[in-house]
């Protein structure tokens, strides 16, 4: 059972665009909620997160908007650049006791930024 | 610079036999996390330590074995029983009660011949 659903596979946009990237879950206890992003052959790296007591959260670039209600989050990325091209991964999270936390990965959107 | 090393980068195993990837962390991190990444798949938790001497399974346990004698290190076997084991391994750290944001290694890629 996917409890974090990432249905688009891959995305293309042109350079200087938007790109928009989703996310589902279907546990209600998550309360965290974060994206990756990842190269070939490396290791993820965090990109940015939010709780679920707030709907919106900017960094750059980068904003993340989260809908409770509709179980859904996305990751807008404007302007976008070749350089972002990657793939990227939601994940969720909620406190499991004794400060334990273990994040459920959702399966991944290859983002291809085209110049 | 703190960070997270993995080693092998690659490795080869033949079939029957037991391998150990390496983790090292030097972040002072308590909580460490071993994930593996098939092509088109999400990652999936293997084990995950909270904290020395104690480990937890996580979602697709069965054929690995950890330990976690010292903090800085959480070594992965892949053992014979393992049906599968030709993937991406990636080890992670977190702080103890981070909410999620883990620092991953670079990976290393089993393949079992």
């Known amino acids: 059972d996917q409890q974090v659903k990432q249905n688009s596979p891959s995305l293309s946009v042109q350079e200087g665009r938007i790109s928009i990237l989703n996310c589902d879950y279907t546990n209600s206890m998550f309360d965290y909620f974060l994206w990756y992003k990842k190269y070939p052959a490396e290791g993820p790296t965090f990109l940015i997160s939010?709780?679920?007591?707030?709907d919106k959260n900017e960094d750059g670039r980068f904003t993340v908007f989260l809908n409770k209600s509709a179980k859904h989050l996305s990751l807008h990325i404007v302007p976008s650049q070749p350089g972002d091209s990657a793939v990227y991964f939601c994940?969720?999270?909620?406190?499991?006791?004794?400060?334990?936390?273990?994040?459920?990965f959702g399966k991944g959107t290859k983002l291809s930024v085209i110049p | 610079d703190g960070g997270i090393t993995q080693s092998p980068k690659y490795l080869f195993r033949k079939e029957g036999q037991n391998v150990t990837l390496s983790c090292e962390q030097n972040l002072n991190h308590d909580a460490m996390y071993w994930y593996r990444q098939d092509p088109g798949q999400g990652l999936r938790l293997i084990y995950y330590s909270q904290i020395v001497n104690d480990f937890q399974k996580g979602d697709i346990a069965e054929g690995y074995s950890v330990s976690r004698e010292k903090k800085e290190s959480f070594p992965l076997t892949v053992t014979s029983a393992q049906k599968n084991p030709t993937a991406f391994y990636l080890c992670a750290s977190s702080i103890r009660g981070s909410a999620g944001e883990l620092f991953f290694g670079e990976g290393s890629r089993l393949t079992v011949l």
């Open positions: 939010i709780s679920s007591i707030k």
């Open positions: 994940a969720a999270s909620y406190g499991r006791g004794a400060g334990s936390y273990q994040l459920t």
